[in-house]
């Protein structure tokens, strides 16, 4: 398989692309990414002293179409999976329109030039966010109506809703995959656990939005990709997959537990004023992906939680170059300005 990845220097691009290489020696992967705040190449780093016909990192934007036509062309690549996006409700909250040029008019890009290139297999990689809230009872499946409530989980729902028209009006094979919040390592640390774990090593407070009593599913991020690989291998075109971590927590919960397991104190706990628009609760049916694809999702929240502790600890200078921007004087340093 030659594959395509775009968004592979984020959080779940990083973790699918070293896992897929991993698991498939005979794949070839082209990692495309604009390297925004988010996408950190240092993730990937260690790859790029292997051979090139197993990884090859691209930089640049989705939005491009001379760019991704000939990536397409260049490198023969059979199929595409969409990770890059703007990914922050917070941030979508402050500037919504850099979500409309990536995840709205970026994807439409990337299924055009597939579509022409006559690519084999599309994944488009979306969110629950695009079911909108849910009340206390129930789960969301892919008939759910989209509902979404902030600019990015709206921006999301226009990209899935764009590849149902490539897939009607143009048949290119693409599959939409929706999942629950996820968790692990190389997670850029505006997200609640990284954020979280970081704030408590300083001892500063830990800003918890509203009640705290928000209800976020999570998932450890390899059981994602591996919902993604079997939905790239065999996802029926034009079908949606949710997938789903089956560990509802509050994000109180949440809290609590990431600090008994560093022993600092819950007083350390602030409440701070809520996220506008904050959705109340997700929760995910994934027996669609189970009987179809044997997705399910393997490694319990409270191991998975304790795992991605043990990898900041000991990654603690990757978050310490994400946080002091010290990674991108080491990407300006390749590049020039960054965008
Ligand atoms: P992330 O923010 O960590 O990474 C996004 C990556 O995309 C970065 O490397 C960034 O540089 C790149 N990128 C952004 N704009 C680009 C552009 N125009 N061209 C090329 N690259 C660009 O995101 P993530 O958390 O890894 O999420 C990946 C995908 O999974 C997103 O589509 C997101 O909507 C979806 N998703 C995320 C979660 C989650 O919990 N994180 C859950 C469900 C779905
Ligand atoms: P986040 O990691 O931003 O993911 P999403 O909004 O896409 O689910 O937030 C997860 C939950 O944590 C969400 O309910 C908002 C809440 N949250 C806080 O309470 N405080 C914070 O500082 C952040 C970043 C999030």
Same mark, same amino acid.
């Given at each position: 398989m030659r594959l395509l990845v775009t968004g592979g220097c984020g959080f779940i691009g990083a973790n699918f692309i070293r896992l897929?290489?991993?698991?498939?020696?005979?794949?070839?992967?082209?990692?495309?990414d604009k390297l925004t705040y988010a996408g950190n190449r240092l993730s990937l780093a260690d790859l790029e002293q292997g051979p090139e016909d197993r990884y090859l990192f691209v930089r640049g934007d989705i939005c491009d179409?001379?760019?991704? =036509?000939?990536?397409?062309?260049?490198?023969?690549?059979? =199929?595409?999976v969409n990770f890059a996006a703007e990914t922050h409700v917070d941030r979508s909250i402050n500037d919504?329109?850099?979500?409309?040029?990536?995840?709205?008019?970026?994807?439409?890009?990337?299924?055009?030039?597939?579509?022409?290139?006559?690519?084999?297999?599309?994944?488009?990689?979306?969110?629950?966010?695009?079911?909108?809230?849910?009340?206390?009872?129930?789960?969301?499946? &892919?008939?759910?109506?989209?509902?979404p409530n902030s600019p990015y989980s709206a921006s999301k729902a226009a990209a899935d809703l764009m590849a149902r028209a490539y897939f009607k009006t143009y048949g290119l094979p693409v599959v939409v995959t929706r999942c629950s919040n996820n968790y692990g390592p190389y997670q850029?640390?505006?997200?609640?656990?990284?954020?979280?774990?970081?704030?408590?090593?300083?001892?500063?407070?830990?800003?918890?939005?509203?009640?705290?009593?928000?209800?976020?599913?999570?998932?450890?991020?390899?059981?994602?990709?591996?919902?993604?690989e079997s939905a790239l291998l065999k996802g029926r075109p034009g079908e949606v997959y949710n997938f789903g971590?089956?560990? &509802?927590?509050?994000?109180?919960?949440?809290?609590?537990?990431?600090?008994?397991?560093?022993?600092?104190? &819950?007083?350390?706990?602030?409440?701070?004023?809520?996220?506008?628009?904050?959705?109340r609760r997700y929760a995910m049916n994934f027996e669609k992906a189970g009987k179809e694809l044997g997705f399910a999702p393997g490694l319990d929240f409270d191991?998975?939680? =304790?795992?991605?502790?043990?990898?900041?600890? =000991?990654?603690?200078?990757?978050?310490?170059?994400?946080?002091?921007?010290?990674?991108?004087?080491?990407?300006?340093?390749?590049?020039?300005?960054?965008?």
């Open positions: 897929m290489l991993a698991r498939h020696p005979d794949w070839t992967i082209v990692n495309l179409p001379d760019l991704v =036509a000939g990536l397409l062309a260049d490198h023969g690549l059979e =199929a595409v919504p329109a850099p979500f409309i040029g990536t995840n709205v008019q970026g994807a439409q890009n990337l299924m055009d030039c597939a579509r022409r290139a006559k690519t084999a297999r599309f994944v488009q990689v979306s969110t629950d966010e695009v079911y909108g809230s849910l009340g206390p009872e129930g789960a969301f499946t &892919e008939d759910s109506p989209l509902a850029f640390p505006e997200k609640l656990i990284p954020l979280m774990f970081l704030k408590a090593c300083r001892d500063q407070t830990l800003p918890v939005y509203g009640d705290g009593l928000n209800v976020r599913d999570w998932i450890y991020v390899d059981d994602h990709c591996l919902g993604l971590g089956a560990a &509802e927590k509050t994000n109180l919960d949440l809290v609590r537990a990431l600090l008994a397991l560093l022993g600092k104190p &819950e007083s350390l706990i602030e409440f701070v004023q809520d996220r506008p628009g904050h959705d191991q998975g939680l =304790a795992r991605t502790i043990d990898w900041y600890r =000991a990654n603690q200078a990757w978050l310490d170059s994400v946080q002091s921007g010290a990674y991108r004087k080491f990407m300006d340093h390749w590049y020039g300005d960054r965008p």
